[in-house]
Structures are given as structure tokens and as C-alpha cells.
């Protein structure tokens, strides 16, 4: 079992900051989950152009508020605690925050760590990072 709190990733690489958002990537591609899973604040009074080409991406915000607005209809989402919104399309999209908005995010495939988003608003591809072997479980001493 990996039991890891948001305090261990704080001031390390996991913690990725770029100019809208800092992301704390609690698991990632290396722990072996088949999904990334972040904390991340994305700071008031920004907006954020997001694409991502090569990832499916739920978003579950848990403080704060603002909107996505959907690239392709110009339709306008509220987000507020307890929204949950999935980018089930590769929905292009501008994300909006009113106040500081904390989201948790997943991420699949698994992000591989230290990604920003490029010009149109995607990562790149994941690299296909194997996971670590790991026992199996018929060794409880
Ligand atoms: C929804 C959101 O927070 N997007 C920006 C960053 C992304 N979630 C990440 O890499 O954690």
C-alpha cells in the first residue's frame, strides 16, 4: 500500500509550479496506479487555457470558485466546492478562478511528473514509464 501525504510532496519535484497553478502530484505514473492523482491550486483572478490532447482529466474542486467555459459551444460552467467536471472528449476548454480554487485532479494516463502545459494548453504524451516491481502479497512477516 503507497500512504502519502500532501506534506511529503510539498518542496519537492512533485510539486510543479507554473504560472496559473501549482500542482502537488500525490501519485504519479512511477506508483503504478494506471491514473496521476494532484492537489492543485490554481491562483484567483487567472484564467488557464486547457487542452489536453493526450489525457482524460476529472476535476473535483473541493474550495473555491469559477468556470469553465467549453472551447467548442462557449458554454459557461459555475464551479464551486463539490463540482466535479470530466474532460471525457478532450474538451478544450478555459478554466476560470474567482478565488483560489483547490482541484483534485486525476490524470489518465498517469502523468510521469514535472509536466507544465505547452502553447495549446496539453501535455505531451506520457512517456511509458514502467512501475517499479513490487512483491506479492504473501510475504506479511
Ligand atoms: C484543473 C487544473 O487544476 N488544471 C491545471 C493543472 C493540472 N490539474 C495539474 O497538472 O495538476
Redesign the pocket.
Known amino acids: 500500500m503507497i500512504v502519502r501525504k500532501l506534506s511529503d510532496v510539498l518542496g519537492t519535484p512533485s510539486e510543479?509550479e507554473?504560472a496559473?497553478?501549482t500542482?502537488?502530484?500525490l501519485l504519479l505514473a512511477r506508483d503504478g496506479m494506471g491514473f496521476?492523482l494532484?492537489?492543485?491550486?490554481?491562483r484567483a483572478g487567472t484564467s488557464?487555457h486547457?487542452h489536453y490532447l493526450h489525457h482524460l482529466?476529472a476535476?473535483y474542486c473541493i474550495e473555491g470558485r469559477g468556470a469553465v467555459t467549453v472551447s467548442a459551444t462557449g458554454e459557461v460552467i459555475a464551479i464551486e466546492a463539490g463540482t466535479v467536471y470530466a474532460l471525457d472528449r478532450h474538451d478544450e476548454h478555459v478554466?476560470r478562478a474567482d478565488t483560489d480554487?483547490r482541484?483534485v485532479?486525476v490524470?489518465n494516463p498517469p502523468?510521469t511528473g514535472r509536466?507544465?502545459?505547452d502553447e495549446a494548453g496539453a501535455?505531451p504524451p506520457s512517456d511509458a514509464e514502467p512501475a517499479p516491481a513490487r512483491a506479492s502479497g504473501a510475504e506479511i512477516a
Not at 494532484?38 to 490554481?42: G, V
Open positions: 510543479v507554473a496559473n497553478w500542482s502537488r502530484r496521476s494532484h492537489d492543485t491550486i490554481l488557464t486547457i482529466e476535476v478554466l480554487l482541484m485532479c490524470f502523468l509536466e507544465v502545459h501535455y
